[in-house]
């Protein structure tokens, strides 16, 4: 199977997976990238089962809303009955690392308040330490460089993401070469950082599911 086919495995998984759980006021969050744009087109087919969505990314709510998907506000929101979103690794205990596609201050939001967080993937995105895929760092401005040089001293090697400016108005920093052992006290040190909005560890809070998408079809990982 080609990865897109895994992809398209794990978001039918999905909609599968979540479609009990839904009654018909229930807002659901979801994330953003080519995972998630085949969740988007599969739950369009069960769109009268739920109320609306909340969406981690703009390009997602217009994705929801060409389905005819209602889009709603956080703050109008009390509690979302789960989040479905992608990643861009996961290990044996679904901790994450996120952000590949520049969605990771939202999606954190997002994750914070869902009552479940499903995330989907196709198996190249299981590691057994995370770390290969650089972790995305959301940094403001005119913080850039002073973030840069703290990541150093934490071990990594940042590379800032030229051209591209988050739904948020600020920039990324992509750290590469670390080997992250301890992924919840990395997420917590750069997050003290000054200047950092947000890092694309998802540790803290990690997935409660893992639909990861094999040759030898979906594994539901708790
Ligand atoms: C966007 C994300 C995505 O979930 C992550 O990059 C995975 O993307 P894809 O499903 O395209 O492989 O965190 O910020």
Redesign the pocket.
């Known amino acids: 199977m080609t990865q897109d086919e895994l992809?398209q495995a794990v978001a039918r998984a999905a909609v599968e997976y979540i479609k009990p759980k839904l009654h018909g006021d229930d807002i659901i969050g979801v994330?953003?990238?080519?995972?998630?744009?085949f969740f988007i087109d599969y739950l369009a087919n069960i769109k009268e089962s739920f109320g609306g969505a909340v969406a981690?990314?703009d390009a997602s709510a217009d994705r929801l809303r060409e389905h005819g998907i209602e889009v709603f506000d956080l703050n109008s929101v009390d509690q979302l009955v789960v989040y479905v979103?992608?990643?861009?690794e996961s290990n044996h205990h679904l901790e994450l690392i996120?952000?590949?596609?520049?969605?990771?201050t939202r999606?954190k939001i997002v994750v914070a308040a869902a009552k479940e967080f499903v995330c989907i993937?196709?198996e190249s995105?299981w590691v057994d330490v995370l770390g290969q895929f650089p972790l995305?760092v959301e940094v403001i401005p005119m913080a850039r460089s002073y973030v840069a040089r703290e990541l150093v001293k934490l071990g990594g090697d940042p590379v800032y993401r030229e051209g591209v400016i988050t739904d948020n108005g600020n920039v990324i920093l992509d750290v590469h070469n670390m080997s992250i052992i301890d992924p919840k006290a990395l997420e917590t040190a750069i997050n003290q950082i000054t200047g950092v909005v947000t890092n694309?560890l998802f540790a803290r809070r990690g997935a409660d599911v893992l639909l990861l998408g094999t040759a030898d079809g979906v594994r539901m990982l708790y």
Do not use: R, V
């Open positions: 992809k994330g953003t990238g080519s995972t998630a744009n981690s990314s979103d992608g990643a861009d996120k952000g590949g596609g520049a969605a990771l999606e993937a196709d995105k995305p694309g």
